[in-house]
């Protein structure tokens, strides 16, 4: 997801929703990562949460570790002063924790309006952390780790930079000077 889009979601949706869109873009999590973090999960002196169930908590036996960015860290003391006696951190204007349909429905009703490509979902702020990360030097192995991947090969796919050309140049002068 370009910054454009980013930008016209944020612009269209409630402070709820900007929350999760915030927390999204910045940490690179899974939107059922957000979904499902709880309080108890969230450590602000080791500026992390832990999620020891996710994704591929049947393949690995270790948690998902989710660190926070500081614009994030705000966010969350932000939340946490708010008082909202809630389980998980992120939760809609009932109370409740996030469905990913009631996610889906949100993206799809601004997508309609603005005539964004359906392909222009939440998971796209997962995929541009992801290349974000590459374009600023970020390793394989650093980068796997901070998208909760058990398999460098998964994260690879981050590096197909086709027709980018931009880190490539500064690539060249970190190695010539």
């Known amino acids: 997801m370009d910054d454009a889009t980013f930008n016209l979601y944020m612009a269209e949706s409630s402070p709820i ?8 873009r910045y940490t690179g999590a899974r939107p059922c990562e957000m979904a499902n973090a709880t ?4 450590d602000l ?9 996710h994704k591929t908590s ?25 008082g909202r006696e809630t389980t998980h951190i992120f939760v809609n204007a009932w109370g409740q924790k996030w469905q990913n349909s009631a996610i889906c ?3 799809k009703i601004i997508r ?7 392909a222009r979902t939440l998971y796209g702020l997962r995929h541009a952390f992801g290349r974000n990360a590459i374009k600023a030097g970020v390793d394989l192995a650093t980068l796997k780790e901070l ?3 058990t398999s460098v090969l998964m994260t690879q796919r981050y590096a197909d930079m086709a027709g980018q050309t931009d880190h490539l140049r500064k690539a060249l002068e970190r190695i010539h000077g």
């Open 58 to 82: 049947g393949k690995v036996s270790r948690p998902r570790v989710v660190i926070l960015h500081a614009e994030v860290i705000r966010l969350l003391i932000r939340l946490r002063l708010l």
């Open 105 to 107: 429905q949100r993206l």
């Open 39 to 42: 309080w108890d999960d969230l």
């Open 112 to 118: 309609e309006k603005h005539g964004i490509p359906r």
């Open 45 to 53: 002196d080791r500026a992390a949460i832990t999620l020891w169930k």
């Open 17 to 24: 929703f900007q929350d999760v869109l915030i927390f999204l």
């Open 147 to 149: 998208m909760g991947h």
